[in-house]
């Protein structure tokens, strides 16, 4: 029986917080050309503590993308597995209610966040108003879709 996989895309409108959007439009593209069946793709704007949901969903492996805040160069890529992002001292997320907060309530409530895990990149431009992403940025949607790719041996 295969693996049954979400991968979500999180982000907003804005600047370099589209990052994980654009990842996931990447791998949701492949998956359909691919006819993966087991393997679900979507995006979620600002999910807050609705992250929740997705990990109530039967998912044997979910995979968060996300622009990261973590103060570090822009364009550094990271990777954690779900007790990894709890432990992480870097700020995970541009969002109000983000990634690690959301899976740490989970945790603390007695849901399995085993299954997760999170890629994610230092953004550039995190906090402007607009839909420009930066180069550096742009740059990493393709060497995390594939980075992605290769972990899931599509």
């Known amino acids: 029986m295969e693996q049954k996989t979400l991968i979500l895309g999180i982000g907003s409108p804005f600047a370099d917080d589209q990052f994980g959007w654009f990842v996931t439009d990447k791998l949701a593209e492949i998956v359909k050309k691919n006819n993966i069946q087991d393997i679900t793709v979507e995006s979620a704007d600002r999910p807050g503590l609705n992250l929740l949901t997705y990990l ?7 995979i968060l993308v996300d622009a990261v805040y973590a103060k570090v ?3 550094t890529e990271f990777y954690f597995k779900a007790k990894d992002i709890l432990s992480f001292g870097g700020f995970l997320s541009s969002h109000s209610v983000g990634v690690a907060p959301s899976l740490a309530l989970a945790d603390a409530i007695g849901m399995d966040i085993s299954n997760v895990e999170f890629y994610g990149v ?3 431009k995190i906090f402007e108003k607009d839909e420009i992403l930066s180069d550096i940025v742009r740059d990493a949607i393709e060497s ?7 972990n899931l041996n599509l």
């Open 56 to 62: 109530d969903n039967n998912y044997d492996r979910i």
């Open 73 to 75: 160069a822009p364009g």
């Open 122 to 124: 230092e953004g550039q």
């Open 144 to 150: 995390m879709s594939k980075k992605i790719i290769n």
